[in-house]
């Protein structure tokens, strides 16, 4: 599960948007934002709506609040260009995953206050360059499924792309 | 190198912008774009300031005609959702580099002209699934250089992070 903190009405929307696509193609089950942003919604469910699956996009009032209730029941990782290179703490998230089941992923528009910090179990980062935390978020999800996630199939999608050298292919199912 | 091909101004700066500092933070030496946008230009060039490195950005007026000399001493992987699924054409783009040297990536804003999908060596999707060019472009460059990118040392740069497990740690250069 991603949460998304930070995020800005319309400066932030196509960002936000492309975040949350990526959650959905990259294999979470649904992302939580920190302000109630029904366009970006809206826009979600049109996508699961032709594409199939169901990732949800939610709202919290108190990130801070939610965080600390998921640490019951999983653990937190936070992406930060400041964190522990993703090539050295992967394969322990993967361990942990496996042990404890649920994991939040957090990602930060510009400026994450020092508590995500303390109270995340890891702060990785993608790099220690400053990019995107679109970017951050794909790369993150593509190690830690370990490319599977490129296959999976979304069940009640209406259209298919049919995988091709040249051109597009794609197949209605419903 | 990467080629950015549809960019629209105002709009598309943002994700741009994204697309230009995931392309030099995971490995490439340089972009070119189809407008001319010195915002963008700008704003690269400060980060390079900073934190480092020779990421060039530049401008043509004809992209297909640019694809097309490019092509004499080098190969064209364009990315798309109706490509041919990176895991499984990853490893023939790492052997072909290591024959032909020069890769070019095409990353496209919304439209792109069927021309650009019979013009590549390689139509490559990050998954069949919509999300984001920015997290395309990333994944990628990810797999083609096996992570090693994570770790690269930016020339002359004035800053460098410290990876830590918890707060920002920044060591000044210069």
Not at 102 to 105: K, P, Q
Not at 112 to 118: C, G
Not at 146 to 163: C, Q, S, T, Y
């Given at each position: 599960m991603v949460l998304?903190?930070?995020?800005?009405?319309?400066?932030?929307?196509?960002?936000?948007?492309?975040?949350?696509?990526v959650a959905r193609a990259f294999g979470a089950d649904g992302i939580v934002f920190d302000k109630r942003d029904e366009e970006v919604r809206k826009k979600i469910e049109e996508v699961?709506?032709?594409?199939?699956?169901?990732?949800w996009v939610d709202f919290v009032e108190d990130p801070l609040e939610?965080?600390?209730?998921?640490?019951?029941?999983g653990f937190v990782v936070h992406l930060t260009m400041y964190g522990?290179?993703?090539n050295d703490v992967i394969e322990k998230i993967k361990e942990d995953y496996r042990k404890k089941g649920?994991?939040?992923?957090i990602v930060g528009a510009e400026k994450?206050?020092?508590?995500?910090?303390?109270i995340s179990d890891y702060n990785v980062a993608i790099g220690h360059q400053p990019h995107s935390e679109i970017a951050a978020l794909a790369v993150f999800l593509d190690r830690f499924f370990?490319?599977?996630?490129?296959?999976?199939?979304?069940?009640?999608?209406?259209?298919?792309?049919?995988?091709s050298e040249r051109g597009k292919k794609v197949r209605r199912l419903q």
């Open positions: 998304r903190y930070g995020h800005r009405f319309v400066r932030d929307a196509r960002v936000s948007t492309h975040v949350c696509l699961n709506r032709n594409w199939g699956g169901r990732f939610y965080i600390k209730k998921f640490k019951e029941r522990i290179n993703v649920n994991m939040l992923v994450v206050p020092w508590e995500i910090y303390e370990e490319g599977k996630e490129l296959r999976r199939k979304f069940p009640d999608a209406r259209v298919e792309i049919i995988p």
